[in-house]
């Protein structure tokens, strides 16, 4: 019961998140190709995650948002509650990793992907910072939303606990 009420608060925070966009934006953005999503989008987003997690162990916070929407309706959701924007969302991270000891190293442990749409899927797992001794290690759960963008596949909702 627990599982099907989180997917369909998945579902609905998709069309939620689709939905709210501003027209312009809607209009102005590309559509990927057709070929794109009849592929198996899994390979795709493993690939962005996989160049995240290396990212965020370089201590490179800006190579690590690249897998994320650059847009002001990105939607991440935290410890400290929603954050909107791509460069709001860069600068928390700034703030509660200001150096790569506090970064550590970071591994994505996936424990599911549904397809929401053929352009969106539903990432669920979990993250881990194995960091030195004196800051201690830390690691949550987190349930994703990439969606197909002409730039490829991107986060464009992000809820980590």
């Known amino acids: 019961m627990k599982r099907t009420k989180t997917i369909l608060l998945a579902v609905a925070f998709t069309q939620l998140i689709l939905s709210c966009r501003p027209q ?5 953005e590309k559509q990927p190709d057709q070929q794109l999503l009849t592929e198996n989008p899994d ?3 493993r690939q962005v995650l996989q160049d995240q997690s290396e990212c965020w162990n370089r201590g490179n916070l800006e ?3 690249q897998g994320y929407w650059k847009s002001d309706s990105l939607l991440f959701i935290g410890s400290r509650g929603l954050t909107y924007g791509w460069q709001q969302t860069l600068d928390n991270y700034r703030k509660s990793y200001p150096d790569p ?3 550590g190293q970071l591994t994505f442990d ?5 397809p929401l749409a053929p352009d969106a899927v ?3 797992g979990k993250w881990h910072l194995e960091r030195e001794a004196s800051k201690g290690n830390l690691e949550g ?3 994703v939303i990439f969606k ?5 596949w991107k986060v464009i909702a992000d809820h980590s606990s």
């Open 24 to 28: 312009e934006e809607q209009s102005q």
């Open 43 to 45: 390979k795709q987003i």
């Open 63 to 65: 190579c690590y948002m």
């Open 101 to 103: 000891s506090a970064m």
């Open 110 to 114: 996936l424990k599911e992907m549904r």
């Open 122 to 124: 539903l990432v669920v």
């Open 141 to 143: 759960y987190f349930s």
């Open 148 to 152: 197909k963008l002409a730039a490829g």
